[in-house]
């Protein structure tokens, strides 16, 4: 089975911290991406990596950056954590068979 | 620009009865679908797929249904169980590439 593991399932942060999501897969997928999930908006793409050192721009992006040093790696980072980035954040890795395999989530509340 | 659109937010359905969600794609490259079920706190996880070679695909309670015509699929539980009451996505994606996209949801109440 593969396994995604997120680090954190639930994270209060203050307004103006910088965060880092991390977010590790066994598979040996080379694409993994970060979603996040809002009431009535579903799952929004932030940021994917196609291979280690790679990334490129979701739909949302703003506010985010990313890293991706290790295959099995990928962390999103919040540069400066706002009221409008509490939301449900999940990692995924891919194969083309089966879709997505994702992570439990990371709920973060930034106060 | 929604590529895959889930209209209807919300639907419940009677234990024991059908259910029936509904997922609407605009392109026409897309070629491999698939449905997640996910619950409060947890990630989505991998219910059922269809490849565009096929126009349904079974799998015990669950089907899917896909009309290429109408850029149309739908996913149907029979019989529903409240179980089954989550929060379902749709996902498509193209041979040409790796990334899926998703619908906005569909959360389905079962009533026992």
């Known amino acids: 089975d593969v396994k995604v593991t997120q680090s954190s399932r639930y994270l209060v942060k203050r307004t103006g911290e910088k965060v880092f999501l991390e977010c590790v897969q066994d598979?040996?997928?080379?694409?993994m991406f970060w979603y996040r999930q809002d009431p009535g908006l579903g799952l929004r793409l932030i940021y994917f990596?196609?291979?280690?050192?790679?990334?490129e721009k979701g739909d949302i992006p703003e506010g985010y950056s990313v890293s991706r040093e290790k295959k099995e790696r990928f962390s999103l980072i919040l540069e400066s954590a706002s009221t409008n980035q509490t939301s449900m954040y999940l990692c995924?890795?891919?194969?083309?068979?089966?879709?997505?395999?994702f992570g439990s989530g990371t709920r973060l509340t930034v106060v | 620009d929604q590529q895959v659109k889930q209209n209807s937010p919300s639907l419940s359905v009677q234990e024991g009865r059908i259910s029936i969600l509904n997922c609407d794609y605009t392109?026409?490259?897309?070629?491999?679908f698939l449905w997640y079920k996910k619950y409060p706190a947890e990630g989505p996880t991998f219910l059922i797929s269809?490849?565009?070679?096929?126009d349904k695909n079974e799998d015990g309670r669950f089907t899917v249904f896909l009309n290429k015509s109408a850029k149309h699929l739908s996913l149907h539980i029979v019989p529903s169980q409240p179980g089954d009451s989550a929060v379902y996505f749709c996902?498509?994606?193209?041979?040409?590439?790796?990334?899926?996209?998703f619908g906005t949801g569909t959360s389905l109440t079962v009533i026992p």
């Open positions: 995924a890795s891919s194969s083309r068979t089966y879709g997505y395999t």
């Open positions: 598979m040996d997928h080379e694409n």
């Open positions: 990596s196609y291979d280690v050192k790679m990334k």
């Open positions: 392109n026409s490259m897309f070629d491999y």
């Open positions: 269809i490849s565009s070679i096929k």
């Open positions: 996902a498509a994606s193209a041979n040409t590439g790796n990334q899926f996209y």
